[in-house]
């Protein structure tokens, strides 16, 4: 499919549940609920599909694997229930695209619910040289592999070793720091929720300019102003930096920032098979 302007999809791939203090400050009464039973908070994740006239059809993350019943360690679908999943490759579908026809994939960090189709693009031209910053593969790549034998798990930190380590057919390509890929689309380092969170730039005719922070933003609350940070971070002067990185830019161009997962603006959100252009 062939496009004279650049446009994008968001792709929906799951609804499921994380506890609130792991996204949002908790207020004081919150924090002595939260004590006796977490509070529990609902997510969506979604990836981004990009046409672009030269770079051609370019896949921002892949979401949760639509097979996680069977394929995930038990302790990830306890604490992360899943309500509702698609098939990646049946929503491609219905844009008349198939896997092979992904051009470039680009993983904004190794999370399960952005990286759990990664095996999807075994052998295909984008999992030659999928897109991910070093900082994250090797925070991933070591954390993944850390067994812990109370749990018998490996204690993953939200990495699920499978779904990225030892993959036949997929291959990286580490970038540092930030990279453009065209005048129109670009990629930012945010760390802070992870050591190597990526974002995207896309810069479009009437959508202007948005912003896919990833996990450097989960939602209108962490972005503020003022910044919010949440319970899960791991690097709190990073993360409050990475938030303002992306104020910035989206204040100089009136740009717009797509929450990761935050569900009131989801349903704000045109889905695929609509087009942002
Ligand atoms: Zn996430």
Same mark, same amino acid.
Request: net charge positive; proline share 8%.
């Given at each position: 499919m062939k496009t004279d302007r650049t446009r994008f999809t968001l792709i929906h791939s799951a609804d499921f549940d994380a506890y609130k203090d792991e996204h949002?400050?908790?207020s004081e009464e919150e924090k002595k609920i939260n004590a006796e039973s977490r509070i529990i908070w609902p997510l969506n994740c979604y990836a981004v599909l990009v046409q672009h006239p030269s770079l051609g059809n370019i896949l921002f993350d892949t979401g949760i694997d639509s097979n996680w019943s069977y394929r995930w360690p038990r302790n990830l679908a306890e604490g992360y229930p899943v309500h509702q999943s698609f098939d990646l490759k049946e929503k491609l579908s219905e844009l008349g695209l198939y896997v092979d026809d992904i051009g470039l994939l680009i993983i904004s960090h190794l999370?399960?619910?952005?990286?759990?189709?990664?095996?999807?693009?075994?052998?295909?031209?984008a999992g030659q040289g999928v897109i991910v910053q070093e900082e994250e593969a090797k925070h991933a790549f070591m954390r993944s592999n850390i067994f812990d034998p109370a749990r018998e798990v490996y204690h993953g930190d939200g990495y699920v070793r499978h779904e990225f380590n030892g993959l036949d057919g997929i291959s990286f390509r580490l970038v540092s720091g930030d990279v453009k890929l065209a005048d129109d689309l670009e990629l930012l380092l945010l760390p802070g929720h992870t050591p190597g969170t990526m974002g995207m730039v896309v810069r479009t005719e009437e959508a202007g300019t948005v912003i896919f922070p990833s996990d450097a933003i989960y939602n209108a609350t962490?972005?503020?102003?003022?910044?919010?940070?949440?319970?899960?971070?791991?690097?709190?002067?990073?993360?409050?930096?990475? !938030?303002?990185?992306?104020?910035? !830019?989206?204040?100089?161009?009136h740009g717009t920032v797509f929450f990761s997962h935050d569900v009131n603006a989801f349903k704000t959100y045109r889905l695929s098979p609509e087009w942002y252009e």
């Open positions: 949002v400050t908790l999370h399960f619910d952005h990286c759990g189709n990664l095996h999807l693009f075994r052998g295909t031209k962490n972005y503020g102003p003022p910044a919010v940070l949440p319970g899960m971070c791991a690097r709190p002067a990073e993360y409050a930096a990475s !938030i303002e990185k992306c104020r910035k !830019i989206a204040e100089a161009e």
